[in-house]
């Protein structure tokens, strides 16, 4: 009996201990987790860390979420929790320094108008005005905002990159500089030469529109000595015909650390060419002089890269007639060509690219050259002497021949570059002195090589960033209205971004994927889904013809489709067809709560079996223990000798 009763109370206690663990660490232990992914997807990153830990003054983060539709769909469901689960993350780890609210933008409400003005991107979902929203809008204490206007779930490798930026952006809001040194008329014409052209004057590049909406822009000469220090990136744009005191200042700025996107051309059809006759022998590939080969970067500007399986359909006159063709120096290059592992490439959806250049293999120990935008294997090189005026466009297709490489066109350069100039700076040009001015500008010591590893983008092609090639303008009352229809603004502007962005936040865009699918689950939502499928079509077919019918009996028989009086057998028949329209539209409801509602069975199955799982093991163990430890002071128990 005593040992019943002891076998009972241990299972008792194992019980109420268990209880008690559970319920303490509830209230004490809410932030402690175990991230057991491959690759710590749900570990906040040391940058990340960083960036909330310099938090010196309150952001607040209104998250706008239509909960009813995230609710009813998995998917959206799934990845809404996790950008609530991240958002409540750092939270906790700001130090009081972020003030979270989570919205929902009921339709038609106070909240949906406050979505609507801050910008957020709602997907209407049905004729009766019905709005999706899942946008994020932070803001700081000195009204300073920043806006996600849709969380995408294409995205979701770099949600914890994309909600730090939103953190940098509000505690580092002074404006970047970003130094702009261009041989293209990027900013448009000079104005004495524009003065010349009229009404026919080429405009700024709508680009430039984009770039000056988050940067401050500094056009710098090309016949700068110096470039300042306080800019934040140098946006190089087809240099050519450089003096060595430039090249000398490039060099130097990227030594020091400076940050660069260069925007190299082996032949840039966007070159206004000079006043007066065409020159032959006039070349328009870029030109850095012994820069790239010094860097370790290879481009062969006599040739450019062409692709026919990403061949763009023009139309060009030839001899007085217009012919259409497949010009593979133009590609259209969908998002396989694009890298998805880097935040510049990995949304743009697809680029245009104009007779680009090729970016070799790294030359120098110690550079690392990542693609961001490939060919095919079936691209070739292609001389740029089939670019001279006058010549067939026919040619390029009916010499091609594939070359069986993958072709990079633009690429992130990284690593400890050496000076292209290992004896100093040159001498000023001949007959011309050093002003005392340009003297102070050189006050840095000459650097043989560059500080810290260097962050460069390099883009094969400086054409793509031309109107053309990537927007549709219009004029609207004297405003001009850009309509981009391809991904090439966003590629210059994510690259800007990049580089100008805080070491921390360049650490978290580091990360690469951490999502591994569940095909398990997948195949059973889909079976799911797939059973009430047939009934859905049937119904559905069946819904269009009622109302068929009930539109013939409506209109009558009559030619032109003339209303006529019904009678009564007519009005009878209408009246069932109205009945059995109403019957199937419910039938139809049913079948998708139906599905919906097994879908969610499924996941609320898979929850509790996650989640009940390990406490039904300690449970075990704790009786198993119990039953153990009961058994062990049995065993211990004087027993009278026999």
């Known amino acids: 009996m005593n040992n019943k009763l002891l076998t009972g109370v241990g299972l008792i206690t194992a019980l109420v201990l268990l209880l008690a663990v559970n319920m303490f660490s509830s209230v004490s232990f809410t932030s402690a987790r175990l991230d057991l992914t491959e690759r710590q997807a749900y570990t906040l990153s040391e940058g990340t860390l960083n960036i909330l830990g310099k938090l010196d003054e309150p952001v607040t983060l209104r998250l706008f979420l239509s909960e009813k539709v995230a609710t009813e769909t998995p998917s959206v469901t799934s990845y809404a929790n996790r950008v609530r689960d991240m958002l409540h993350e750092f939270q906790r780890r700001a130090g009081g320094n972020i003030i979270l609210r989570i919205i929902d933008p009921e339709p038609f409400s106070e909240d949906e108008d406050r979505a609507v003005g801050y910008g957020l991107h709602g997907i209407p979902l049905d004729a009766e005005g019905t709005t999706f929203y899942f946008g994020l809008v932070g803001s700081n204490a000195t009204d300073d905002e920043v806006v996600v206007p849709y969380m995408s779930m ?26 702009l040194l261009s041989t293209l008329p990027v900013n448009g014409i000079d104005p004495q030469r524009a003065m010349m052209m009229g009404p026919n004057a080429p405009p700024a590049w709508v680009i430039m529109d984009q770039i000056t909406q988050l940067f401050e822009v500094r056009p710098i000469e090309t016949t700068a000595t110096h470039i300042p220090d306080d800019v934040d990136v140098l946006m190089l744009v087809h240099p050519k015909g450089f003096s060595e005191q430039t090249l000398y200042a490039i060099d130097q700025y990227v030594m020091r650390g400076g940050r660069l996107a260069l925007f190299y051309d082996p032949f840039a059809e966007s070159e206004i060419p000079p006043p007066g006759p065409p020159q032959p022998g006039m070349s328009r590939s870029s030109d850095l002089g012994n820069l790239l080969e010094a860097w370790g970067v290879a481009i062969d500007t006599s040739k450019f890269v062409g692709d026919l399986q990403h061949a763009v359909r023009v139309r060009f006159e030839f001899q007085g007639q217009m012919i259409t063709v497949d010009y593979p120096a133009w590609m259209d290059l969908d998002a396989d060509r694009l890298a998805d592992k880097d935040t510049v490439t990995s949304d743009l959806g697809k680029l245009m690219f ?49 070359g069986g490489d993958v072709l990079t066109m633009a690429a992130r350069v990284s690593g400890k570059l050496k000076s292209a100039f290992p004896d100093g700076a040159p001498k000023p040009a001949e007959g011309r002195q050093a002003s005392a001015d340009e003297g102070d500008k050189h006050e840095h010591p000459h650097l043989l090589e560059a500080k810290d590893d260097v962050n460069m983008i390099v883009v094969a092609d400086a054409d793509f960033m031309a109107d ?86 409506s209109r009558g028989s009559q030619p032109g489709g003339d209303a006529l009086v019904l009678s009564e057998a007519q009005q009878t028949e209408v009246d069932r067809f109205t009945q059995e329209k109403l019957r199937i539209r419910k039938e139809l409801r049913d079948v998708l709560h139906q599905r919906r509602k097994d879908i969610n069975e499924l996941e609320f199955t898979l929850r509790m079996v996650n989640i009940g799982l390990m406490p039904l093991l300690v449970i075990i163990a704790g009786v198993l223990v119990a039953v153990w430890q009961v058994q062990r002071r049995r065993r211990a128990e004087p027993r009278p000798a026999s």
Do not use: C
Not at 155 to 170: I, M, P, T
């Open 154 to 179: 294409e995205r979701e490798e770099f949600l914890e990159y994309d909600l730090a930026k939103v953190l940098w952006q509000l505690s580092d809001i002074d404006t970047k500089v970003m130094g």
């Open 354 to 402: 104009a007779t680009p250049g090729h970016i070799g293999a790294a030359t120098q120990e110690g550079v690392t050259i990542t693609p961001l935008v490939s060919s095919t294997d079936q691209a070739m090189l292609i001389d740029v002497a089939t670019q001279r005026p006058g010549q067939d466009p026919r040619i390029i297709v009916q010499e091609y021949k594939p």
């Open 468 to 553: 053309r090639f990537w927007v549709q303008v219009q004029n609207l009352l004297g405003t001009r209205l850009a309509v981009p229809t391809n991904g090439n603004g966003s590629l210059v502007v994510n690259s800007l971004d990049s580089l100008t962005g805080s070491n921390d936040l360049i650490s978290v865009r580091s990360r690469g994927a951490h999502t591994r699918p569940f095909t398990r689950v997948d195949d059973i939502r889909r079976d799911a889904e797939l059973r009430f499928r047939e009934k859905e079509q049937q119904l559905t077919e069946e819904l269009r013809q009622t109302e068929a019918k009930l539109l013939e009996l």
